[in-house]
């Protein structure tokens, strides 16, 4: 089962952009790799996912380099909405292995 | 329209006691899942039903049993509460087994006293 580790916490200002950095070492072949947005009382929301190179859209980039031992989520222009805990997953294409997300990285947004 | 909803939102109870989730989803989707998220925000996957049947069952105690009725439905109960297992509790869906994204409902809190 590929080990996900993030950050604990960042903190950022409107109208940044906030780049968020998962390490994978051990991922598989098979997985790849998503990102998703929680929250305080609600469930975790998708945001993007992506298997190798780069992946935009509407909300947001994905970078995976060649090696795919690590991910990189960029936000551009954060604003205050943007406070929220997110969680990088690594998965494998079949599904018969157990996900697990991690402890997340909880994103700060000031004025 | 909710696409995965979860009730209660809460659930206070004692220790010792029975207690059962339920979750449905109207998304027709083939697979549903239970998370639990402890208070250091680890959410963890718990049980997979695909079309109703179980795929995956992580190491859960079988005080835990997951019901799904139809496709649509995976309820959780639990039996004899105990003080552990106070956390939140995430339903999800996904449209095929393993596949991303999955929906999830807003979790059930619940608290043992």
């Known amino acids: 089962l590929a080990k996900t580790t993030q950050p604990i916490s960042m903190d950022s200002y409107e109208g940044q952009e906030v780049n968020i950095t998962c390490s994978h070492n051990n991922i598989a072949t098979n997985d790849y790799i998503t990102w998703y947005q929680q929250f305080p009382s609600q469930g975790p929301r998708f945001i993007i996912q992506?298997?190798?190179t780069k992946v935009t859209n509407e909300v947001a980039s994905l970078f995976i380099p060649a090696d795919r031992k690590s991910s990189t989520l960029s936000l551009p222009r954060v604003s205050l909405s943007d406070t929220a805990v997110y969680y990088c997953l690594v998965g494998d294409m079949g599904g018969r292995r157990a996900l697990t997300f991690g402890s997340g990285t909880r994103l700060q947004v000031q004025p | 329209d909710t696409a995965v909803s979860q009730t209660p939102k809460y659930l206070v109870t004692q220790m010792g006691n029975d207690k059962s989730i339920k979750c449905e989803q109207n998304?027709?989707?083939?697979?549903m899942y239970w998370y639990k998220q402890d208070s250091k925000k680890f959410l963890k996957i718990m049980f997979s039903y695909n079309n109703k049947e179980l795929i995956i069952n992580e190491t859960v105690p079988n005080r835990f049993s997951p019901k799904s009725p139809d496709k649509a439905h995976l309820n959780l109960h639990i039996n004899s509460l105990e003080l552990g297992d106070s956390a939140v509790y995430f339903c999800?869906?996904?449209?095929?087994?393993?596949?991303?994204?999955?929906?999830f409902g807003d979790g059930t809190r619940l608290s043992i006293l």
């Open positions: 999800a869906s996904s449209q095929v087994q393993g596949r991303q994204p999955q929906h």
């Open positions: 998304l027709g989707h083939d697979t």
């Open positions: 992506g298997y190798k």
